[in-house]
């Protein structure tokens, strides 16, 4: 099975990020990235209401232009934003100060404390600059629910496969991902459920 997880030379480059929360509590960190937009955002949202979870998302910010209202939905029903660019930008195709420029228009209409590079990957210098002004979130466990290569059981078996004390889950609410979690995502919430996990936010 294909999964994706951090390398300890991530971990290295990244010090100060936050791959993992405590192995010692039998908790989880649901995290969505790159949305809102209305074709999955109203399903998750729905679907975390019905299992009583709070999440968190780390939106681009053109989608949270386009779609504020669902912005609004997400903060009004109490779960966590993150900041995840302005138009969901690839660091090492940028210059530093372009990929700064770009987080911070973006957090003008997100007001995060929290942010997550697209792809995971940051130059070092937009590391240094990013972890001065805001917690970097990383991830235990990507479920690869964007992949057209992985079935909607291929997403729901990471999860039960990989998920452990601490993990922060990383699903996507995209187009990419919506038909796979139709399934994916309340089976994956009844499994942690009946694994006893608590499901958290960072704050």
Avoid: C
């Avoid at 990235?33 to 979870?53: A, H, N």
């Avoid at 404390?113 to 130059?123: A, I, N, W």
């Avoid at 917690?135 to 479920?143: E, G, R």
Wanted: proline share 4%.
């Amino acid at each position: 099975m294909i999964i994706e997880q951090p390398s300890f030379w991530l971990r290295w480059i990244y010090p100060k990020a936050i791959w993992r929360m405590d192995k010692h509590e039998h908790a989880v960190y649901l995290t969505f990235d790159d949305g809102p937009i209305p074709e999955s955002t109203p399903f998750i949202l729905q679907t975390l209401r019905e299992f009583g979870v709070k999440a968190t998302f780390f939106m681009v910010g053109e989608n949270v232009l386009r779609y504020h209202d669902l912005y609004n939905q997400i903060v009004s029903e109490g779960h966590q934003v993150g900041n995840h660019t302005f138009n969901h930008l690839g660091s090492y195709k940028h210059m530093s100060i372009s990929y700064a420029a770009n987080v911070y228009k973006a957090n003008e209409l997100i007001h995060a404390h929290l942010f997550r590079p697209p792809h995971g990957v940051m130059k070092r210098a937009v590391y240094w600059w990013m972890n001065r002004h805001y917690k970097i979130i990383m991830w235990d466990l990507v479920t690869r629910d964007y992949s057209k290569w992985m079935t909607a059981k291929d997403v729901l078996d990471n999860v039960k496969h990989y998920a452990r004390n601490g993990s922060i889950i990383t699903f996507h609410d995209s187009l990419k991902s919506i038909d796979k979690l139709r399934f994916a995502l309340p089976e994956s919430l009844k499994w942690l459920k009946e694994q006893g996990y608590e499901f958290k936010t960072f704050d």
